[in-house]
């Protein structure tokens, strides 16, 4: 038995299985010219390779149609004598041939203007990938043979992995990268899949079908426990499992405290499924739809009507307001169709509404799916990365041409649609009264406003330690941007992982945020709290705490006061 | 070789289903065939070729086939384009 601390539970849970380790793929063809009398050699490797995928997607057919689509292009003669005339005319292995084969035929596909040619350029690319597995001789499905409970360890994961997995089986996830913030870890929370991010050297512990106990509570993963642990832990799961249900149950009710002050909880989204979870989970509303995830997951930019689908499909589930984010790319989210420069600063470089200003005609597809949209719900529109007010007026000037395109086309649409700034760069804090003027409202993004404030990376292990959201400057920032929309009226709401941080949660309160949006997953335990603390105590727990030089005093502070109200 | 005329009058075309479903159709002829939508030309048993024809309702294509079943080829192929409903 051994037993590991570590700092950050991604998403909570007690979970247990067996240990997978991912090993990752790399698909890129091994690029090679060949002599003439290797290809005969090649061309056999190639269909050996097709016969195998064949056979493979024979097995998968029986439960899916998809794969007998798939078998069809694998087996097709136009795929063959192709790539076997790039191995016998150009001299080029097997595995650059059918690279070459197959993004030429994904390109041909894509150009043409056709969803439905375009689903077929998904299953070519399926299909070469397949292929290319058997040329490598790697596993085309890293999570294949998963087929008892799980806990997979990877370096990393991606949005696409969980295409893979099965979640039958699937328990939970440890990552050697990532942070509390990233993919991987939302993709977690969504889910509702405990997991541990940020274990550096993690695999270097565990071998394959050890048995593994990941407590996101308590921080901890223990490796082989023995018999007593394991008993202990299989009822502290469910102990947790019943807490989770009478928090559940609370979830009609209001978000108000004992004293009458009432809050909305709102919920972070990147998709429908998790529009629908976000209604299931009791959220009143969406503080932030991340809308780049439609662009990272896509081939090419989304058109307009792929958009407008999506955000209606958002508004129409949810019912209540949504707030969705206009692109937010640059910085560590790139396009895989969009080349972008190599920045010394990506950060601090062409990202978010930089690009959108820039490239206005992206900007516009997007502007007008939303407008459109918003004739079917209360769609808000959010703008990421702000620092000036001739930025915000800028963007709104965009809207504007927008709203008088859709005038003339008389197409629907919310003329007063709500227009707000995500507040994540010192900048706009420090010229946030300026901004509540024009505003409509505010969401303070406390993952990058932290970051930018404390000049911390939040992707560095190395000071990974030095970047947290209770030191004094971005508390102070906090209360600063609620100030100065109060005093123009404004709603100011929180989209960052801080607004469901239990110890903040009473800090902020205090503070008049008005609006929580977090983890669908994380609300239920939210409002159970809020509907536990008085209004009153909370604004004097915040003034004090805002005069405290230190994040060790801000903590004793806190915690004094959570002891308290227990 | 032999080929024929054939206009389509199905409204998807020679796209999703009935694209498939020509292909199969195609397999059970020896001969190679042939379809030609002006500049492009495509193997008939290929779906991957056929599809990117873009052949839509009212286009007018050449069937070509070459091989022992030549004749029956194009005329039953000419046919069942003829006669696609989807």
Known sequence: MKTISVTKAASKGIVMGKAFLVVQQNLEADKKLIRDSEKDIEVKKFEKAVKDTVSDLQVLAKDNDIFAAHMDVASDPDLHDSVVSKINDELKNAQLSLEEYIVATVEMFENLDDEYLRERAADMKDVGKRIMCHLKGIRSNPFEGINEETIVIAEDLAPSDTANMDFKFVRGFITEGGGVTSHVAIMARNREIPAIVGVAGFRGEVTNNDYIILDALGAKIIINPDEKTKQEYLKKAEEYKEMKAKLESMNGLPATTVDGRTVELFANIGNIPDAENAVAKGAEGVGLFRSEFLYMENTKFPTEEEQFTVYKAAVETLKKPVIIRTLDIGGDKELSYYKFDVEENPFLGWRAIRISLDLKDVFKTQLRALLRASAYGDIRIMYPMIISVEEFLAANEVLEECKQELRRDSVPFNNSIQTGVMIETPASVMCSDDLAKEVDFFSIGTNDLTQYLLAVDRGNQKIAKMYNSFHPAVLRAINKVIESGHKYGKIVGMCGEFASDEKALPVLLGMGLDEFSMTATEIASTRYNVRNLSYRECQKLASEVCIKGTISEVMELINNFIDKSK | ?86
């Open chain 2, 1 to 86: 070789m032999v080929s024929k005329k054939v206009t389509l009058t199905n409204k998807t075309g020679l796209h999703a289903r009935p694209a498939s479903n020509l292909v199969a159709f195609v397999k059970k002829f020896q001969s190679t065939v042939t379809i030609i939508n002006g500049e492009k030309k495509a193997n008939a048993a290929s779906i991957i070729n056929v599809l990117t024809l873009g052949a839509k309702q009212g286009t007018e294509l050449e069937i070509v086939a070459d091989g022992a079943d030549e004749a029956v080829a194009v005329e039953e192929i000419a046919k069942y384009i003829a006669d696609l409903k989807e």
